[in-house]
């Protein structure tokens, strides 16, 4: 069986993390932290999310013509990302996320999207994939154009929060949240004809369609480290599932060991699962 094939529009940014005691409050200086640089972004993490746990994928973005591209770039290429619709744009700088990291492995994070908001609905001509996958950290009109022209499966992680129009949630199949998000959205969501996913950090996700749950899954018990890209690898793997076929309950317990096991190590791309590790996981749960 050939592997699902999925096409991903969205953000690639490059992670610049400190890890520190705790978070700062407003205007207060916090020492004592280490610094890190990690690929990231919400489409780059969903895109080599999907690839790691077995997927065909191609990425559809862009970066700036500067130093900080190539290593936001650098795992997708390592991992096998289809990178032919990623431009680099000359007149704006790829994509930072300024990232705090506490020791409980809360987060706080202020993007810079740069390029992230150059992608265009002409950048994306048409897509032949099995699954489209979306979030909100490019202009959402490309979203919207790419979702109207495509034909097969579209999922959309409605993160960050932020206002989208109806169009874009009636031709989803399948929408991912968090429960912070899911508060902002409301009865946008209840009223959906789509899948809503809704996740809840150590508590797991429940799977709603037309606001009435199909599925609830809690992830195993692990100690999470760095929770940055968890619903990345969550919202990805879901998606996955539901293509190649897994029932509902199935799918939902899969993408919620899948976003675990990605807590359980720092940065959001170099913690990303393979289908290996999930797989065992799964057996022994
Ligand atoms: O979802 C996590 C991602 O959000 C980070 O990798 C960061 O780049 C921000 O976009």
């Not at 690639?12 to 932290?33: M, Q, S």
């Not at 290429?77 to 990232?99: K, M």
């Not at 899948?195 to 150590?202: K, L, Q």
């Not at 899948?258 to 720092?266: D, I, M, S, W, Y």
Request: hydrophobic residues 50%; contains cysteine; proline residues 6%.
């Amino acid at each position: 069986m050939s592997a699902p094939r999925i096409a991903v529009v969205g953000s690639i940014n490059l992670d610049l993390v400190v890890r520190a005691p705790h978070l700062p409050a407003p205007g207060e200086t916090v020492g004592g932290a280490t610094f890190a640089r990690y690929p990231g972004g919400k489409g780059a993490n969903q895109a080599l999310a999907a690839r790691r746990l077995g997927a065909e994928v191609a990425l559809w973005g862009c970066v700036g013509a500067d130093a900080f591209a190539g290593e936001a770039l650098a795992l997708l290429r390592a991992d096998g990302v289809n990178l032919d619709h990623c431009r680099a744009r000359d007149d704006a700088p790829t994509g930072v996320a300024l990232i705090a990291v506490a020791e409980s492995s809360e987060n706080q994070i202020v993007v810079a999207p740069g390029a992230n908001a150059l992608l265009a609905p002409s950048d994306v001509g048409a897509i032949e994939a099995d699954a489209l996958l979306c979030q909100l950290e490019v202009p959402v009109e490309t979203n919207l154009a790419a979702a109207q022209s495509f034909h097969g499966f579209f999922a959309i992680n409605l993160a960050p929060a932020a206002p989208v129009p109806d169009a874009l949630i009636a031709r989803a199949d399948l929408v991912t949240v968090n429960e912070g998000e899911a508060a902002c959205y409301g009865d946008a969501l209840s009223a959906a004809k789509s899948m809503v996913a809704i996740t809840y950090g150590a508590e797991g996700a429940t799977l709603f369609r037309q606001g009435e749950e199909i599925a609830r899954a809690r992830p195993p018990k692990i100690v999470a480290r760095d929770t940055t890209g968890a619903g990345d690898t969550f919202s990805a793997a879901l998606t996955l599932a539901l293509i190649e076929g897994s029932a509902p309950e199935a799918a939902l317990t899969f993408a919620c060991i899948a976003g675990a096991l990605a807590a359980t190590r720092e940065g959001a791309q170099p913690a990303m699962p393979t289908r290996a590790e999930v797989d065992a996981l799964l057996a022994r749960t």
